[in-house]
């Protein structure tokens, strides 16, 4: 018997039950949560679709994880835990061999991070998922893009460019030696949100953001937010060592700088507090410091030898 709405809802999707702060979960018209005091509630979306965001092919397990770990990646920026999701879900069908690997995915991925799905809406459309998710912060705690100040150090987390490179050799504008290939589109396919180092930030940095569109254009977010500039060291900004290598200077340096889709943590924090932030690569996430924030507004950036790197772009825009 072909899958219905309500079957595919509660066999694939209904599988766990909420959390003790889940009053109520999937099922119901609505999901109703009880919040603690001293808490803030954190909130962001983030879309997915087919021939945009990911590949009509592409596996559907990885497509999940994905869509999961980009909005995971938006409660890290925040030093929130991140607790419940909603899922929107355009389906040109129900095809359950796409659909199980998919949800099992979904679930699991949001399981390890200790993350219920509480809700959402399923349609018939064109492939589209939307994710809502929501955390906890300790009151008034968030970090937030406008708190970077003149004198602190400008922080990366993990790998930069090596999804943007795994995206532009899928595309078949570069073309990466095979093992290099698999890092970069394991970088490109399954992002591993910074949750742990989000939330160990809390109380050492001063402004973050994750880097999803480009690392000097999102850098620049913060600039704008905090009313300040920066200076980057473009050596210092941390990549697969053999990315460099393989690519000529025109190619590497805008995939490093400007390709996008990393999801690290991009964060600035003063200098007192280098060896804090330092023994924080203990959580596994290697960081980097790449940079500081200038009281002149602009943002420069310079190679190994102190020459200025001009690109074209600093970033992804949708609408550019
Ligand atoms: P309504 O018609 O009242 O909006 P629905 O039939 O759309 O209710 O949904 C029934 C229940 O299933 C709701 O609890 C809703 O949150 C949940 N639900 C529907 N689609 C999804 C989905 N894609 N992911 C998670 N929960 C879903
Ligand atoms: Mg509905």
């Not at 709405?5 to 509660?10: A, G, K, L, S, V």
């Not at 893009?145 to 790998?159: I, Y």
């Not at 290939?181 to 910074?194: G, M, T, W």
């Not at 937010?225 to 941390?238: M, R, T």
Request: with cysteine; hydrophobic share 45%.
């Amino acid at each position: 018997m072909p899958l219905n709405e309500f079957d595919f809802i509660r066999r694939y999707l209904q599988v766990l039950p909420g959390g003790a702060d889940v009053l109520l979960g999937i099922g119901d018209d609505a999901a109703v949560l009880r919040p603690q005091p001293g808490q803030d509630w954190c909130f962001s979306t983030d879309m997915m679709i087919a021939g945009r965001h990911f590949f009509a092919d592409d596996d559907p397990a990885d497509v999940a994880h994905k869509l999961v770990a980009v909005n995971l990646s938006d409660m890290a920026a925040m030093g929130a835990q991140p607790r419940w999701m909603l899922l929107g879900a355009a389906l040109p069908d129900l095809d359950e061999a796409w659909l199980r690997p998919f949800c099992a995915a979904l679930l699991g991925t949001a399981a390890r991070h200790g993350v219920v799905l509480i809700g959402g809406d399923t349609t018939r459309g064109e492939r589209v998922f939307s994710v809502t998710v929501a955390g906890i912060l300790p009151s008034g705690q968030a970090l937030r893009r406008s708190g970077a100040q003149a004198g602190d150090d400008v922080w990366v987390s993990g790998c930069i460019g090596s999804a943007a490179a795994g995206l532009q050799h899928c595309l078949g504008h570069i073309r990466l030696p095979e093992h290099l290939a698999a890092l970069c589109i394991s970088a490109l396919r399954r992002p591993e949100p910074r949750v742990a180092l989000g939330w160990a930030l809390l109380p050492l940095a001063h402004a973050a953001l994750d880097v999803s569109d480009g690392l000097l254009q999102d850098l620049g977010h913060i600039l704008a937010a905090s009313g300040v500039g920066a200076e980057v060291a473009a050596d210092c900004v941390p990549c697969l060592p053999q990315l460099k290598t393989v690519l000529p200077p025109e190619r590497y340096w805008p995939l490093l700088l400007a390709g996008g889709d990393d999801y690290e943590l991009l964060f600035t924090a003063p200098p007192t507090r280098r060896a804090a932030i330092a023994a924080q690569a203990d959580l596994g996430v290697p960081l980097a410091r790449i940079g500081r924030i200038t009281a002149r507004p602009g943002l420069s950036c310079h190679d190994g030898d102190g020459r200025p790197l001009i690109l074209e772009q600093y970033g992804y825009d949708h609408f550019a």
